[in-house]
C-alpha cells in the first residue's frame, strides 16, 4: 500500500494558478489509479479529477474542465493537478487519493488510500 502527502497549497488571486503535488511511498504506486477531491467549508467532499494506471486516461468533474489538468509520473511516484484560472469557488481543502479501480476513484467511494490534504484559498 503507498501513503500520499499532497503539497503545492496556498493563497492565490483569483484568476491565478497553483500546481499541487502527491507524492506516494513505496513501489507499487504505478499499479493505483489517482484522484484529487476537494472539500469546501461546510460542503461534502467532490470530485476534482483522476487519471489511470498509464496517465493515458483523465476525468473531470464539469465545474473544473478546462482550467485544470492532471497528470503524474510514475518514475517520481508523483501525481499533478495544474489548476489555472482560479475562482474564489475553488477555495478547498485538496486531497489526493489512490485506488487500483479507476471506476473507484472516480465515483469517490471508498478509496483504498488518502492523503492528508493541502488547503488551497483564492481570493476576489
Known amino acids: 500500500q503507498v501513503q500520499l502527502t499532497e503539497s503545492g497549497g496556498g493563497l492565490v488571486q483569483a484568476g491565478g494558478s497553483l500546481r499541487l503535488s502527491c507524492a506516494a511511498s513505496?513501489?507499487?504506486?504505478?499499479?493505483?489509479?489517482m484522484g484529487w477531491f476537494r472539500q469546501a467549508p461546510g460542503k461534502e467532499r467532490e470530485f476534482v479529477a483522476a487519471?489511470?494506471?498509464?496517465?493515458?486516461?483523465?476525468y473531470y468533474a464539469d465545474s473544473v474542465k478546462g482550467r485544470f489538468t492532471i497528470s503524474r509520473d510514475n518514475a517520481k511516484n508523483t501525481v499533478y493537478v495544474q489548476m489555472n484560472s482560479l475562482k474564489p469557488e475553488d477555495t478547498a481543502v485538496y486531497y489526493c487519493?489512490?485506488?487500483?479501480?479507476?471506476?473507484?476513484?472516480?465515483?469517490?467511494?471508498?478509496?483504498?488510500?488518502w492523503g492528508q490534504g493541502t488547503l488551497v484559498t483564492v481570493s476576489s
Open positions: 487519493a489512490a485506488d487500483p479501480i479507476l471506476r473507484t476513484v472516480v465515483g469517490g467511494g471508498n478509496l483504498e488510500v
Open positions: 513505496g513501489r507499487t504506486f504505478s499499479r493505483y489509479c
Open positions: 487519471i489511470g494506471w498509464s496517465g493515458g486516461t483523465t
